[in-house]
């Protein structure tokens, strides 16, 4: 009788361990484990789980995770949808346990550009207030090369050339200059730029005219440039942290390639070089820094680089990026590239166009990385400061196709440890010769479509940050080669995963947990295309609601009710022919 008290005594005191184990598990640092089997057939974890551990922070990404937020996931407005009753092979399995990396708030940035209007009109800036870029990109690609921040409507400075040269070495007989300080209505001005990184609580990332540096006709060019740069810094008054010398300035296309030596003071070659590019790098931050320092703000200073391999490039300068990192050494803050994915002007099919996302992300970041190696450089922060896809003929660009598109690049760049990425463009403009091949995420000049109406892009892209968490989290996908995952965490203790069907029929889908205990609830969104315009419809569809018009998607798309399904008897979703399921499951 004493030795089955003892006994007792021992089971209870056993029992009162597990039950403290349980309990310290729930964390998201460390390595506890617990024996709660309590989630058998719901989607998690059966018996003992690990918790996550975040990893170091990337060199890739840097500073840009200085701002990283936690997430807490709210449940939205909800309806009752029935589970899937197909069977399937298909499984996307999530490990709670293995983080891959936080997730930088910058990499949902977009660009603006100052030829689509004032930005004032309160739908758009409603629209991009609920899309939360967190930054935008200023004041254009290759037109910030003609830029002038500071010159009244129709200026700019007396020392340029009335005509630029085209690559070829020829007079460019459409030369403009573009002023900062416009009225028109057409155009955006400096301020009201400001004012709508302040209104979507967004920062910027501003761009400054590096090519003046080249095709300026005063005694001192470079130093006049970076003057101008300076000041417009001091103008800025601490509001943007990031700032790029120049764009793209490795291309044929850009005004800093040629210049008129007949016209320049200072000796600079016809062709620029990377290393010129690299020396006069140098200048700009130095006085760009100096004048931080005065009005008491920290910036970082970007440097442009290739991103493929450029020993012949037949479009530009040639072994570009060893010429600026042998010139500028660790002078710069962080390395900007661009990336469009397809092929330039591809009439690409909807496969080739999701093939892309994965392959060109990594292989982008990862030549990158190399070169700066080679270099013996530090290793910096990668900012994507442009990227979307090149297709056309097709109306590729303006498609439900380019939304999933949008989805992949995200998944993948943040994968891979990219810093920040800003897609190109918020709105662009309509092309009566090439209709469709415009990568606006909002219309402009759009026949019979109302300006800054959103794109299928903008609705794949507001959903994807709306149900992915603050840490990517690790996932694989079993049994079919078309569907795609990416995996998230909540701080407040959700997990989400994003699942992205590429083929051309509808999949059903079985989402497994692995380290993770489910709550009795998961919610989702499930977007897909119309029936237009064969594999590139103009439409999105959310949870069955489309667009009041035959374009775009549903104007309710903030209000707009999740599905909602039991965890009992596992997570199960249908993904439709090339959507996306966003989803986030209960925690515990």
Same mark, same amino acid.
């Given at each position: 009788?004493?030795?089955?008290?003892?006994?007792?005594?021992?089971?209870?005191?056993?029992?009162?361990?597990?039950?403290?184990?349980?309990?310290?598990?729930?964390?998201?640092?460390?390595?506890?484990?617990?024996?709660?089997?309590?989630?058998?057939?719901?989607?998690?974890?059966?018996?003992?789980?690990?918790?996550?551990?975040?990893?170091?922070?990337?060199? !890739?990404?840097?500073? *840009?995770? +200085?701002?990283?937020?936690?997430?807490?996931?709210?449940?939205?407005?909800?309806?009752?949808?029935?589970?899937?009753?197909?069977?399937?092979?298909?499984?996307?399995?999530?490990?709670?346990?293995?983080?891959?990396?936080?997730?930088?708030?910058?990499?949902?940035?977009?660009?603006?550009?100052?030829?689509?209007?004032?930005?004032?009109?309160?739908?758009?800036?409603?629209?991009?207030?609920?899309?939360?870029?967190? &930054? &935008?990109?200023?004041?254009?690609?290759?037109?910030?090369?003609?830029?002038?921040?500071?010159?009244?409507?129709?200026?700019?400075?007396?020392?340029?050339?009335?005509?630029?040269?085209?690559?070829?070495?020829? =007079?460019? $007989?459409?030369?403009?200059?573009?002023?900062?300080?416009?009225?028109?209505?057409?155009?955006? #001005?400096?301020?009201?730029?400001?004012?709508?990184?302040?209104?979507?609580?967004?920062?910027?990332?501003?761009?400054?005219?590096?090519?003046?540096?080249?095709?300026?006709?005063?005694?001192?060019?470079?130093?006049?440039?970076?003057?101008?740069?300076?000041?417009? /810094?001091?103008?800025?008054?601490?509001?943007?942290?990031?700032?790029?010398?120049? +764009?793209?300035?490795?291309?044929?296309?850009?005004?800093?390639?040629?210049?008129?030596?007949?016209?320049?003071?200072?000796?600079? =070659?016809?062709?620029? !070089?990377?290393?010129?590019?690299?020396?006069?790098?140098?200048?700009?931050?130095?006085?760009?820094?100096?004048?931080?320092?005065?009005?008491?703000?920290?910036?970082?200073?970007?440097?442009?680089?290739?991103?493929?391999?450029?020993?012949?490039?037949?479009?530009?300068?040639?072994?570009?990026?060893?010429?600026?990192?042998?010139?500028?050494?660790?002078?710069?803050?962080?390395?900007?590239?661009?990336?469009?994915?397809?092929?330039?002007?591809?009439?690409?099919?909807?496969? $080739?166009? *999701?093939?892309?996302?994965?392959?060109?992300?990594? !292989?982008?970041? +990862?030549?990158?990385?190399?070169?700066?190696?080679?270099?013996?450089?530090?290793?910096?922060?990668?900012?994507?400061?442009?990227?979307?896809?090149?297709?056309?003929?097709?109306?590729?660009?303006?498609?439900? @196709?380019?939304?999933?598109?949008?989805?992949? /690049?995200?998944?993948?760049?943040?994968?891979?440890?990219?810093?920040?990425?800003?897609?190109?463009?918020?709105?662009?403009?309509?092309?009566?010769?090439? =209709?469709?091949?415009?990568?606006?995420?909002?219309?402009?000049?759009?026949?019979?479509?109302?300006?800054?109406?959103?794109? =299928?892009?903008?609705?794949?892209?507001?959903?994807?940050?709306?149900? *992915?968490?603050?840490?990517?989290?690790?996932?694989?996908?079993?049994?079919?080669?078309?569907?795609?995952?990416?995996?998230?965490?909540? #701080?407040?203790?959700?997990?989400?995963? @994003?699942?992205?069907?590429?083929?051309?029929?509808?999949?059903?889908?079985?989402?497994?947990?692995?380290?993770?205990?489910?709550?009795?609830?998961?919610?989702?969104?499930?977007?897909?295309?119309?029936?237009?315009?064969?594999?590139?419809?103009?439409?999105?569809?959310?949870?069955?609601?489309?667009?009041?018009?035959?374009?775009?998607?549903?104007?309710?798309?903030?209000?707009?009710?999740?599905?909602?399904?039991?965890?009992?008897?596992?997570?199960?979703?249908?993904?439709?022919?090339?959507?996306?399921?966003?989803?986030?499951?209960?925690?515990?």
């Amino acid at each position: 009788m004493q030795m089955m008290t003892r006994t007792v005594s021992a089971i209870m005191f056993i029992a009162l361990i597990a039950i403290m184990a349980c309990k310290k598990s729930n964390n998201n640092t460390g390595t506890t484990t617990t024996t709660t089997t309590t989630d058998q057939g719901n989607g998690g974890a059966i018996g003992p789980i690990t918790s996550p551990t975040d990893p170091s922070v990337a060199a !890739t990404q840097g500073f *840009f995770l +200085n701002d990283w937020q936690a997430r807490t996931f709210t449940a939205p407005s909800t309806q009752a949808a029935a589970k899937p009753s197909a069977t399937t092979s298909i499984t996307v399995t999530a490990d709670y346990s293995q983080v891959v990396s936080k997730v930088s708030k910058y990499m949902f940035g977009n660009n603006i550009n100052p030829f689509t209007g004032q930005y004032t009109g309160a739908g758009v800036v409603t629209d991009i207030t609920n899309l939360s870029p967190n &930054i &935008i990109r200023a004041p254009g690609g290759s037109l910030s090369d003609v830029y002038f921040w500071n010159s009244p409507s129709g200026g700019h400075p007396a020392d340029v050339p009335a005509q630029l040269l085209n690559a070829d070495g020829t =007079p460019n $007989t459409t030369t403009g200059y573009w002023s900062g300080q416009v009225t028109d209505s057409w155009s955006l #001005s400096l301020d009201n730029y400001y004012s709508l990184l302040q209104k979507t609580k967004s920062t910027g990332i501003i761009t400054v005219n590096y090519a003046y540096a080249r095709y300026g006709t005063g005694p001192t060019p470079v130093q006049t440039a970076a003057h101008l740069a300076a000041q417009w /810094v001091r103008y800025d008054k601490g509001r943007t942290k990031f700032w790029e010398i120049g +764009n793209e300035c490795y291309g044929n296309w850009e005004a800093c390639y040629r210049i008129d030596v007949t016209k320049n003071q200072d000796g600079q =070659p016809a062709i620029l !070089t990377g290393a010129l590019y690299g020396q006069q790098f140098l200048v700009f931050a130095d006085s760009m820094r100096n004048a931080a320092a005065q009005i008491g703000a920290t910036i970082q200073i970007g440097a442009v680089l290739h991103e493929t391999p450029d020993a012949n490039n037949a479009e530009g300068v040639s072994n570009w990026n060893p010429g600026v990192l042998g010139a500028i050494g660790n002078a710069a803050d962080f390395f900007i590239v661009h990336n469009y994915y397809t092929n330039y002007n591809e009439n690409s099919s909807a496969l $080739t166009i *999701f093939n892309t996302a994965a392959a060109s992300s990594s !292989t982008l970041m +990862n030549f990158v990385k190399t070169s700066i190696q080679t270099a013996g450089v530090t290793q910096k922060p990668i900012a994507l400061t442009e990227w979307n896809i090149f297709s056309t003929g097709s109306q590729q660009q303006i498609s439900n @196709v380019a939304g999933v598109h949008a989805v992949m /690049v995200l998944g993948e760049t943040i994968k891979d440890q990219y810093g920040e990425a800003s897609r190109w463009d918020l709105a662009n403009g309509w092309s009566t010769t090439s =209709p469709g091949d415009d990568q606006g995420l909002f219309s402009y000049g759009q026949p019979n479509v109302t300006d800054f109406t959103p794109r =299928p892009a903008f609705y794949y892209m507001y959903y994807f940050q709306k149900f *992915f968490g603050d840490r990517m989290i690790s996932s694989s996908v079993s049994g079919s080669s078309s569907i795609v995952s990416y995996a998230s965490s909540f #701080s407040s203790g959700q997990a989400g995963v @994003v699942v992205v069907n590429t083929s051309e029929s509808d999949a059903t889908v079985n989402v497994s947990f692995k380290n993770y205990y489910t709550g009795s609830n998961y919610y989702y969104y499930t977007l897909h295309g119309g029936t237009d315009n064969g594999d590139f419809s103009g439409q999105v569809l959310v949870n069955g609601n489309g667009p009041s018009i035959n374009y775009g998607g549903p104007s309710s798309y903030a209000s707009l009710a999740a599905y909602s399904t039991s965890t009992s008897g596992g997570i199960k979703v249908t993904v439709p022919a090339r959507g996306v399921v966003f989803l986030v499951v209960d925690k515990k």
